[in-house]
């Protein structure tokens, strides 16, 4: 059976996401997240998507970190969202921006309280000498924090990425697999078919 088309790929993400939510999958959110060095060196890794409008796809890190430091001098990304049992993926690719303070603000908030401690724990990306060197930095910072708020660390963001071409894909018969993708225009989305 072929994919149903929508004028917006946003809408049809969206009715794709309810099915998969609908199969308790332990993650429905995680998407592969790729970024590269401004030499084009290719780095990949599953990210939670936090949010999806007619802005893009936001997930939200550390900014000093690996996909964080690409991410500020290449700004382009690619995700890649995967739910085999129910035979299908989606691709998008795009520029990405930093979420506004008041978006980054707002999530953090919304965090449990050891998830906040450890951002400001974390020095993602950066060698560990061992185990305890981060215990001991969330101790320190549980301590700093005591009961108070813990506000959001200022390496702390989201990133935005604004989808330039959405593809959907669904697995057929005999490998004969139906792929339909969008890619922005200025008039709008245009939609066509791919061979498998």
Not at 153 to 164: A, K
Request: hydrophobic share 40%; net charge positive.
């Amino acid at each position: 059976m072929a994919i149903r088309k929508h004028e917006d790929p946003i809408e049809l993400f969206k009715e794709w996401y309810k099915e998969v939510d609908k199969c308790n999958f332990e993650e429905p959110t995680a998407m592969t997240l790729a970024t590269a060095t401004p030499s084009g060196v290719p780095s990949a890794r599953v990210v939670l998507l936090k949010g999806v409008d007619q802005r893009g796809f936001v997930f939200y890190t550390n900014l000093e970190s690996q996909k964080g430091e690409q991410l500020r001098a290449n700004p382009q990304a690619a995700l890649c969202f995967h739910w085999m049992p129910l035979g299908k993926q989606i691709r998008v690719e795009g520029p990405v921006e930093l979420v506004s303070n008041e978006e980054a603000d707002a999530y953090f908030a919304s965090r449990a309280r050891d998830s906040q401690i450890g951002a400001w724990a974390s020095r993602q990306s950066r060698p560990l000498a061992s185990r305890f060197d981060l215990e001991k930095r969330i101790a320190e910072f549980a301590l700093k924090f005591g009961i108070s708020k813990v506000p959001r660390p200022p390496f702390w963001s989201g990133y935005r990425v604004i989808p330039q071409r959405i593809e959907f894909w669904k697995s057929g018969m005999f490998r004969l697999h139906d792929r339909l993708v969008y890619e922005k225009t200025d008039e709008g989305w245009l939609t066509r078919e791919l061979f498998p």
